[in-house]
């Protein structure tokens, strides 16, 4: 071969080789810059996060022994998931399908719609529809919706029932071009009403629709299972009472926040949706007993499918709270209370008007001397908290109060148990002396203008004659308070009413009141009458405008039985974390001191023993096995009603270890408020069990 055609193959590769490389030079132009538009249709893959909280666990609350009283109960809710709903009709159709299919396998029941418009029958492959009573009836918002829906889908007549229900079966993808059913009539039932219902609900981003409450958690796994999109479990912590009916006035109530108390919260780091303690132990121990809710955060993509969840801040449970109350005395206190009002009325003589007939509630407290720590509070009537918003209604309107802790926040003068106090200031101040002899003559004429009468010259003109401070307790003898008061002075006699605690705060970590300790303060303070000599002598046997509640009582015996050291009430035993440690374990709180000498102490007490055995209690506790002292009381408040019965008792008496005090509106007579106490007693001395 020459030279020549060696020349001309090397230009023709050349040629081929440049055209090769010009066509892929081309397509490399088109590729980046000419048929950019062609391959953007498809969009670029964009990620998006957002967070959503982790509810964390609420403390829970127990009894001083570790009985669990409130705990948490878990409830899972199946809700469609408006952000990932299927956009097509027939894939929305097929995912409630689903839905349906599994619920009736699993024996589960789904919500019925508030408001369900239709009566739908099913026929041989078709369906009978027509309005139900419901749709005539109703009035609330959906039905408003329902006929604005029906008018912006043209339907001329929205009382023409197949007209309306043609349009939204067309609308739900349940007709197919022909007019015939896509779908069994049994399935286009459960449809077209679970299809309205939703339309008509605030289905949407922030408000998702509900399928179904109080879901077992198998159903739910296998839902999730069979349906990726579309639906979600919100799951739902719920406070669980182990005794309902018992302690409800104790343990009180959560609560979506208050709008009043917003603010408070959110400065707080409370959630907007928060559940906060809003009476009782929840709300006065919310600080312990309150979670931290943690936060996920979940990565999706434009297509709505979650690429990543991520736990970002934990949760932090909050702690158990345990309270010195004994569960097995508070049922014991509680049902012994409603039992003795009970009593009250049996006894009642038909004969006698205003003789305890009209007896209906009252509060017991029971106290440890020692401490005072509450082992039991009481109050009759009172309510369900697992019912509680189902009853409020009721609850709320209902004449005998129910809902009043009638322990902490009722008050009631406390007759003669006042004039054990009046007999220790007397004694500490040397007005009188142990062998202090008064000659009480029934009528104490002392003034001209106010002249009272003993309780015993009233019901039959008698007199108990000379007798000492043992024996005025003993037997609660009014004439001699009267003197007494007199020489004492309403000035020293609240001065040491007040070390004793009546008419001032308990320290009990609930909310209480604080009632009112006659005397001329008080009146000045309210633009009331001056206060008279007459004010006192009434004020000596409890009466006045003495005003405290069973609680305040019952802390003055403790601190009468203490000599004289004042507790605090305490309601709380300690705190724990989540991993039971203990957190916080409060030590018992003294108020004052007033020193009680042991002698007068000795002179009170034997009084007090006195009432038991042989005064106004022996009724009820003569022959008791354990020795115990007390006092009774009797008030009058109504000259309409029975007077109130009112008793302080402690045991044992020579190293008293719980004091109960127990007060029962229009009881009668002091006596009778006896009856509860001692079944308090029997249970915590181990009687008759």
């Known amino acids: 071969m020459n030279k020549k055609e060696h020349l001309i193959r090397f230009f023709a590769v050349g040629f081929i080789f440049c055209a090769v490389c010009l066509v892929y030079l081309g397509r490399l132009i088109y590729l980046q810059i000419a048929g950019q538009d062609y391959y953007v249709t498809t969009p670029p893959t964009v990620y998006y996060t957002r967070t959503v909280p982790i509810q964390a666990h609420r403390g829970e609350i127990y009894d001083r022994n570790g009985v669990p009283l409130v705990v948490n109960a878990y409830s899972h809710t199946l809700q469609l998931d408006y952000g990932s709903f299927p956009t097509t009709e027939s894939g929305r159709n097929e995912l409630l399908l689903t839905i349906f299919r599994a619920a009736e396998d699993h024996g589960v029941a789904l919500n019925t719609p508030s408001f369900n418009p239709f009566v739908i029958g099913e026929g041989h492959g078709t369906v009978t529809i027509r309005y139900s009573e419901e749709y005539y009836n109703f009035s609330g918002g959906k039905k408003s919706r329902y006929l604005k829906l029906i008018d912006g889908l043209n339907v001329d007549d929205p009382e023409d029932v197949n007209a309306c229900a043609s349009a939204l079966m067309n609308r739900y993808g349940l007709l197919d071009e022909d007019g015939r059913l896509v779908y069994s009539p049994t399935q286009t039932r459960k449809l077209l009403t679970c299809r309205l219902d939703v339309e008509l609900s605030n289905f949407s981003r922030v ?67 928060a559940v906060v303690g809003i009476s009782g132990a929840e709300y006065s121990f919310e600080e312990y007993l309150r979670g931290v809710d943690g936060v996920m955060t979940i990565t999706e993509d434009n297509y709505g499918n979650i690429v990543s969840a991520e736990v970002t801040k934990e949760p932090v449970a909050g702690n158990d709270v345990y309270l010195t109350i004994d569960i097995g005395m508070q049922m014991a206190a509680e049902n012994a209370l409603a039992k003795n009002v009970q009593q009250i009325r049996d006894e009642a003589d038909p004969d006698d008007p205003l003789s305890g007939e009209d007896a209906s509630s009252g509060a017991l407290v029971a106290t440890d001397v020692d401490t005072g720590e509450l082992l039991a509070i009481a109050s009759y009537p009172t309510y369900d908290l697992s019912t509680y918003n189902a009853d409020y209604t009721l609850l709320a309107n209902d004449p005998a109060s129910p809902l009043l ?66 024996e005025a307790i003993q037997e609660s003898c009014n004439y001699f308070f009267f003197e007494v ?43 009331l009458d001056n206060w008279s000599p007459g004010d006192t002598l009434a004020a000596a046997i409890g009466q006045s405008d003495n005003l405290f509640t069973p609680l305040q009582m019952n802390m003055y015996l403790t601190t009468l039985l203490n000599r004289g050291t004042r507790y605090s009430a305490q309601i709380l035993h300690f705190v724990k974390d989540y991993g039971k440690a203990t957190v916080y374990d409060p030590t018992p709180r003294v108020l004052n001191r007033s020193n009680i000498s042991d002698e007068i102490f000795t002179i009170v007490k034997q009084g007090m023993r006195n009432v038991m055995d042989n005064g106004s209690a022996a009724r009820v506790f003569a022959g008791y096995p354990i020795p115990v002292g007390g006092k009774t009381g009797t008030a009058q408040v109504y000259t309409t009603k029975s007077d109130n019965a009112i008793m302080s008792a402690f045991a044992p008496y020579d190293n008293p270890a719980i004091a109960v005090t127990c007060v029962i509106e229009q009881g009668y007579s002091g006596t009778k408020a006896g009856y509860a106490i001692k079944d308090v007693f029997d249970y915590y001395f181990e009687l008759n069990q």
């Open 207 to 273: 408000e998702p629709y509900d399928l179904g409450s109080d879901i077992p958690f198998d159903f739910l796994t296998h839902v999730e299972e069979s349906c990726p999109r579309g639906i979600r479990i919100h799951t739902e912590v719920r406070r669980h009472y182990n005794y309902p009916g018992y302690a409800s006035h104790i343990l009180g109530l959560v609560a979506a926040i208050p709008d009043s108390n917003v603010e408070y919260y959110t400065e707080r780091g409370y959630a907007l949706d």
């Open 405 to 470: 802790n009638r322990a902490l926040r009722g008050t009631y003068a406390p007759g003669s148990t006042f004039k054990v106090g009046v007999a220790v200031a007397a004694l500490s101040e040397g007005v009188i002396e142990a062998d202090t002899l008064i000659d009480t003559k029934g009528i104490y004429t002392y003034y001209k203008d106010f002249q009272p009468a003993c309780w015993i010259y009233a019901y039959g003109q008698q007199m108990h004659g000379e007798i000492n401070v043992t």
């Open 485 to 527: 008061g007199r020489m004492l002075t309403i000035e020293k006699m609240n001065m040491w009413m007040e070390k004793f605690g009546l008419g001032r705060s308990t320290g009990i970590e609930l909310y209480e009141e604080t009632g009112i300790l006659a005397g001329p303060e008080y009146r000045d303070e309210n633009g």
